[in-house]
Structures are given as C-alpha cells and as structure tokens.
C-alpha cells in the first residue's frame, strides 16, 4: 500500500497483560522503524529493521520488548508484562533507503496503549 | 545524530509566512536536515529535507546557513490547517532523533 498501517488504532491492556502491535510498511521499502511518544512532544527511537533483519536496536528495553518483520507479515512490537509508564502512542515508519540517510522516513498514525 | 534546538512556540497570522528556525550547531558533514510537522496526535507527516543547499517543494522552502549550523521552515502562505508541532531533525544514522520541536499555531 501507500501508507504505513498500523493496527489496532487503540489497545487498552490491564498491567501486567500482554500487548502487540502491528504496522505494515509501504509495499517497497526496506527498512522499519518503531517510536514510542510518551508526553505530547517527546519522541523515543526504539528499534529498527532492514527487511527482516534488526538494522538498530539501541533503544529498546530489552527485559519486555520485542519486535519482529518476517516476510510477508506486518511487522510486529511486543510488550510483555505492560507496566503503567507503557502507556503511550506507539508509531513505525517505513522507509526504501535508510543507508543513504536521503531518505525521508513515512509514519503511520500510531497505535495508542493505555495500560491500567 | 546532532542534537537541534528549536523555539517551543511561534504564533503566525493566517496567510503570512511562517518562518521557523533551527539550531543545529554540532551538525556533521554527512547529516541531513529534515523537517516533519505533528498535527494533533496523527503521526509525523515529511515536509521537506536538505544537506547543503537550499530546498523548496510543494509545501515549504528550506533555508541553510552556509556553515550549516542554522536552518528555517519556510511557509510561504501559512493557513490554520498548518498549526502544528514542528520538529527539526539532523540525521546520519538511520534512526532520526526528534527534539521537543516548535508548536506553531496559525491565527485568523
């Protein structure tokens, strides 16, 4: 598709509860990239990948957060264990060329996760 | 990636230019200067980038300092559907790091 898609719009998870997101990125690019916006202006890099290989993971909490791209399925992040300060919205971006850095990144908009 | 500092607020009238600058004083030779606007809670939608050289396109003018420490958004004719967060990126790397950005807002 044109647009990175990202489901479900909104996921509502008792703490301690699993959750997990999805994005499938534009039909052709490479690479993926997950952000957490936790406050209204604060974006946080947690991970991405080239196809289905992590490119850079330096943001990820490594204890409960997971993600994955396998061919020909939405790229996936998971939270084991939800804490309350999960709670945010959660973006992936697609990308057809990050190595060049001329390449603008296309966001989705969002997943948010209330944990309560 | 370069760290960017930006106005937190910038207020505009309705069809005037916005002019929104950037600092970017540690930026490296390789790095690019990207813009994304924040509109409501949607996600960030690409304005325009450059690396050297002036930019313009459909949606905006991007203006670099020669020593390339220093850039501004350009909306030409700014209209409400334009208030927005604003954020300045340098990138190099593949992941772009997003500052606390410039919430502009457009008045009648």
């Known amino acids: 598709g044109e647009e990175v898609a990202q489901t479900p719009k909104h996921l509502v998870r008792g703490e301690g509860q699993k959750a997990k997101l999805y994005c499938a990125p534009i039909k052709g690019h490479s690479y993926v990239f997950w952000y957490q916006q936790v406050l209204k202006n604060e974006f946080k890099f947690l991970i991405s990948f080239q196809n289905e290989n992590v490119f850079d993971e330096t943001g990820m909490p490594k204890e409960r957060f997971s993600a994955k791209c396998l061919p020909n399925s939405p790229c996936s992040l998971e939270i084991q264990a939800t804490k309350l300060e999960d709670s945010a919205v959660y973006f992936c971006?697609?990308?057809?060329?990050?190595?060049?850095?001329?390449?603008?990144?296309?966001f989705g908009n969002g997943t948010r996760l209330t944990v309560t | 990636d370069a760290k960017t500092t930006q106005p937190p607020s910038m207020d505009c009238a309705e069809g005037r230019a916005a002019n929104l600058p950037c600092n970017h004083s540690t930026i490296s030779g390789n790095e690019y200067v990207y813009w994304y606007r924040q509109i409501h809670s949607q996600g960030p939608q690409y304005i325009i980038h450059?690396?050297?050289n002036n930019e313009t396109n459909e949606m905006a003018s991007l203006i670099i300092t020669e020593d390339r420490k220093s850039s501004t958004l350009i909306l030409p004719h700014a209209t409400l559907r334009d208030t927005a967060v604003y954020y300045c990126i340098v990138r190099a790397t593949g992941k772009s790091t997003f500052g606390d950005g410039t919430t502009l807002t457009v008045k009648p």
């Open positions: 450059g690396l050297k």
């Open positions: 971006a697609s990308s057809p060329l990050s190595g060049t850095y001329n390449s603008p990144l296309h």
